[in-house]
């Protein structure tokens, strides 16, 4: 009798459990996991004043971090900066300048995380402004992020709703209502 009654309402069955599997889904969606933030037990941070780490390949500078003050979770070995300022090096010599008030080194994940307000200049006088967070690669040595303005020392001006580009700005991409004008 029971097993009559399944196949009568399986339809049913089968939309309240689809309807069901929807809602946790949504539920899941809506309610992110923790962020980096909330993760962090200050209490467990150890911290060192004045501090600076750095990566060279073949004797050149690749990109150096400083900091006045950095703290590092040892349970999670990330790395959080006050006042961070990165100098990031392209293969072609020219010197990308990013300073912030936080930032972020996750050494499993090979990303350093400049948190807004992020301000980027090169020694050629390109500039890159975002409202959002800058990563860097420390693997692939490329800089992404989200909605961006770029002006370079040519008088061309990029912006995009996203960007990844070299440490110098010499390679860039823009996705989502990309936009380039060169002035006069």
């Not at 420390?138 to 303005?149: A, L």
């Given at each position: 009798m029971i097993i009559q009654q399944l196949k009568k309402h399986k339809a049913m069955l089968a939309g309240l459990t689809l309807l069901i599997a929807f809602a946790v889904l949504l539920y899941w969606f809506m309610n992110p996991g923790k962020t980096p933030d909330q993760e962090v037990n200050p209490d467990r941070l150890v911290e060192f004043?004045?501090?600076?780490?750095?990566?060279?390949?073949?004797?050149?500078?690749?990109?150096?971090?400083?900091?006045?003050?950095?703290?590092?979770d040892p349970d999670t070995q990330i790395m959080y900066f006050?006042?961070?300022?990165?100098?990031?090096?392209?293969?072609?010599?020219?010197?990308?300048t990013v300073t912030s008030e936080k930032g972020i080194v996750d050494k499993t994940k090979?990303?350093?995380?400049?948190?807004?307000?992020?301000?980027?200049?090169?020694?050629?006088?390109?500039?890159?402004?975002?409202?959002g967070s800058v990563y860097y690669n420390?693997?692939?040595?490329?800089?992404?992020?989200?909605?961006?303005?770029m002006n370079r020392h040519d008088n061309t001006t990029l912006r995009a709703d996203a960007f990844?580009?070299?440490?110098?700005?010499?390679?860039v991409s823009l996705t989502g209502h990309a936009q380039v004008t060169k002035g006069e």
């Open positions: 004043e004045g501090s600076e780490l750095e990566e060279s390949k073949d004797g050149n500078l690749v990109w150096r971090l400083t900091a006045d003050k950095i703290m590092i006050i006042n961070p300022k990165a100098l990031l090096v392209s293969s072609d010599g020219t010197e990308m090979q990303t350093i995380q400049i948190q807004p307000p992020v301000k980027a200049v090169t020694d050629k006088g390109d500039t890159l402004q975002t409202d420390m693997d692939t040595h490329v800089i992404k992020g989200g909605k961006v303005v990844e580009t070299d440490s110098g700005l010499n390679k």
